[in-house]
C-alpha cells in the first residue's frame, strides 16, 4: 500500500511538473507558430456557436482561473482591445493556451512509461478531464475572436 501512496505522489509531481514546465516556456513560443489551427485545433463538425450557448460556457470562464500571465504570457481575463491588430494578438494568446492545456493532457501519456496501464489511465484521465474546462472555453474564446476578424477582413 505504501508503494502504491509513492507511486501515486510521483505521478503527481510528475504530471504537476509537465504541466507548468509548459506553461512556463509556452510564452516564449515565436508566435508565427501559433498563426494557424492545425489538430487538435481544428474546428470539429459539432462546434457552432449553439453548441457552446447549450453549454453555457460563458458561465465556465467566470469560475475558472486564469494563469496566462503566471509565466510572462498575456492574460486572458479581458480583451486587450478592439482593433483588428489587438484581436489578432489575442488570438495568438488563445491559441497558445489552447496548446498548453493540450500539452498538459498529451504529457500525462509520458506516465505510461512506468506506471501500471490502470493507473497511468486514471491520471490520464483526471488531467484531460481537469484541463477539459479550459480547453472547451479557449475553444470557443477562439472561434467567437476568429468570426469577428473574418467579419472584419470581409467587410474592408
Known sequence: MRE??????VDLVVVIGISVLIGA?????PSRWLASDPVPLHRLPWESPSFFRRLR???WARRIPELGGAFGGASKDALPGLTGEALAGYLVEVRRA???HWGSVLGSLVLFAFNPWWLALAFAVAVTMGNLPFLIVLRNNRFRIQRILDHESRSR
Open 4 to 9: 502504491w501512496a509513492l507511486l501515486v505522489v
Open 57 to 59: 460556457v460563458h458561465r
Open 98 to 100: 489552447e496548446w498548453v
Open 25 to 29: 516556456v509556452a510564452p516564449r513560443w
